[in-house]
């Protein structure tokens, strides 16, 4: 069967390089890959070269991941943030990748208020260079468990207010199932995301009850708590014709022989999310 709307994440199959991935997508019909910036700073030929090999073995790159962390208790802190995401944006242009996904940063000893007026005022700061580079971010609201340190930006409703403050076409949001799933504005938020032409992507995964590891224990399709299926239904009925990519943290699946992992994967997404 072939997956030509389905992506991988580099990430989600940890253990192999980036070129053993692209070649094991492709092979399983797989038609997309969002590259994370390690497996791509770690091509021998460079990230340039990365790019065309993932494009020459017949694969669309949907992203590079990831940016963002934009907040700090000086400023120093945050001009170095917003320096280093130019560089991702620059590179993600080199790889050819459209979109880079962004985490926006918390900082503990300061509001979750104030880490979101820096986090607007970051994006700010890097959306002309995004435009001149061709390529658009997405806000991905993590789950509030990741409020501390990780993202002040927990909801949609989040996402939207950010984009509607810095007011960008380049700017919009990411939708992993793994944050958003127990919002119960969701789907009110995810038609607003598409009206707004701010429905960047969509991240496919499960939250497994009582996980082992608040990072690295989550779950595939279909083991755990989240309607994939009547998700993924709510962003296709809002207009999105993306890929729907699959975005895995697992000690456990890392583990394993990813060769057979892969395939678990397609079987649940068949499963699970179609």
């Given amino acids: 069967m072939s997956f030509e709307k389905l992506c991988l994440h580099t990430i989600t199959t940890k253990p192999w390089d980036l070129q053993t991935a692209v070649q094991k997508y492709s092979a399983a019909g797989i038609g997309g890959v969002s590259i994370w910036r390690d497996a791509a700073q770690g091509f021998s030929g460079g990230i340039k070269a990365a790019g065309e090999m993932t494009r020459s073995e017949g694969l ?34 080199e790889l050819g990748a459209p979109l880079i996904v962004l985490v926006c940063g918390a900082t503990p000893g300061q509001s979750l208020f104030t880490s979101r007026e820096q986090i607007a005022e970051g994006l700010a ?15 991905e609201p993590l789950h509030p468990m990741y409020a501390d340190s990780r993202s002040a930006v927990s909801t949609m409703a989040q996402s939207n207010a950010l984009c509607d403050i810095v007011d960008h076409k380049n700017l919009g949001i990411t939708v992993d199932v793994f944050h958003v799933w127990w919002d119960d504005a969701l789907e009110a938020q995810i038609k607003l995301t598409a009206e707004k032409d701010r429905l960047f992507s969509f991240h496919l995964c499960d939250w497994k009850d009582q996980p082992e590891d608040m990072l690295n224990d989550r779950g595939l399709m279909g083991e755990g708590v989240i309607d994939n299926r009547g998700i993924r239904k709510m962003v296709v009925d809002a207009g999105f014709k993306g890929f729907d990519e699959v975005e895995i943290f697992s000690n456990r699946y890392w583990a394993m022989d990813q060769d057979e992992y892969l395939k678990m994967i397609t079987d649940a997404y068949q499963k699970h999310c179609i």
Wanted: glycine content about 10%.
């Fill in 60 to 93: 669309e790159i949907v992203s590079y991941v990831r940016g963002g962390f934009f907040t700090g208790l000086d400023a120093a802190t945050r001009q170095v943030a917003i320096d280093e995401n130019k560089k991702l944006i620059d590179e993600a242009a």
């Fill in 125 to 139: 700061a890097v959306m002309p260079h995004a435009e001149a580079a061709g390529v658009k971010l997405g806000i």
